[in-house]
């Protein structure tokens, strides 16, 4: 059964920083682009970064542009999101997502990805 997990979320304060993980389960990891999505209270899910399954291209919201870092580790199936010079609007549920052979303007559009976790809190205080 395919499954994500995310994992690293926290409290930290302005300018502080976090890494988030995302350790994939039960599917070809190396076969999906990966995408990190975040939620605000009472706000849309909205994109953050992607790396693609074939060329580990990357591609970042321009508000997170310059602070957030998304790589993947196949041999460990987990994708990272390190993220300094943290603000109090970065303050979300941040998910992971699968998007099989993914790909273009796929990547950054959150209704095309196959699979999901759970998510993680990141909170950051000002």
């Known amino acids: 059964q395919e499954q994500l997990v995310e994992s690293g979320g926290g409290l930290v304060q302005a300018g502080g920083s976090l890494r988030l993980s995302c350790a994939a389960s039960g599917l070809t990891f190396s076969t999906y682009s990966m995408g990190w999505f975040r939620q605000a209270q009472d706000k849309e899910r909205e994109f953050v970064a992607t790396i693609s399954w074939n060329t580990a291209s990357t591609v970042y919201a321009d508000s997170v542009k310059g602070r957030f870092t998304i790589s993947r580790d196949n041999a460990k199936n ?3 999101l390190q993220m300094i010079s943290l603000k109090p609007e970065d303050t979300a549920v941040y998910y992971c997502a699968a998007l099989l052979r993914g790909s273009g303007l796929r990547l950054i559009n959150s209704k095309a990805y ?4 759970q998510g993680t809190q990141v909170t950051v205080s000002s």
């Open 114 to 117: 196959n699979y999901w976790g």
């Open 78 to 80: 987990t994708v990272y």
